[in-house]
């Protein structure tokens, strides 16, 4: 099986990329294939149309599947020979982090990029929650948590939590203050 580049088809940066990657990048165009993943199917090179429309896609020779920078990698991996060392670079074990960094920084912003559109542009991720939401949802009583008060509950909660003494317990007023 010749190795396949598999870019989103409906954004235009994307396009744009995978048309100088055809030109320019390719040593000759048996060495693998550019396609849009609307042209292909899918499923038969062991992808989703989510995993397409997320980020680039790369099928090797031996159907493995990489992706976003990894997928870059192994591109300039097969490419012309001078950009070869790049593709082994973003490989590197402190390199591909990075990389993986600035690429999933494109991919959100692709659509601000010369050629995007706003089919370009992926759905936003949710925020994760609040820091002490999640320690509520694992403390059995979230009022004796250290985070209680502090913006967690309402000031008459936050009151009681404060006050509240109980015998073999250490009250946190209680405690000396200054240098130890």
Do not use: K
């Not at 990329?17 to 396609?35: F, G, K, N, W």
């Not at 990489?66 to 097969?78: I, N, T």
């Amino acid at each position: 099986m010749t190795p396949v580049l598999v870019y989103d088809g409906d954004c235009g940066m994307c396009t744009r990329a995978a048309s100088l990657v055809s030109r320019r990048l390719r040593p000759s165009a048996d060495t693998y294939d550019v396609e849009p993943s609307q042209a292909l199917d899918l499923e038969t090179l062991g992808l989703t149309a989510h995993q397409c429309e997320e980020a680039l896609q790369w099928v090797g020779a031996d159907g493995e599947v990489s992706s976003a920078q990894d997928a870059v990698a192994r591109m300039l991996l097969a490419s012309r020979p001078v950009l070869r060392p790049a593709g082994a670079a973003l490989l590197l074990p402190g390199v591909n982090p990075l990389a993986g960094v600035v690429y999933r920084w494109v991919a959100r912003n692709r659509h601000l990029f010369p050629g995007g559109t706003a089919a370009c542009q992926l759905p936003p991720t949710p925020d994760p929650p609040p820091r002490w939401s999640r320690c509520e949802e694992r403390c059995d009583e979230p009022r004796d948590h250290p985070f209680a008060g502090r913006g967690a509950r309402s000031s008459a909660t936050s009151l009681e939590t404060t006050t509240r003494h109980e015998p073999g317990r250490a009250n946190p007023s209680e405690r000396p203050r200054g240098r130890r």
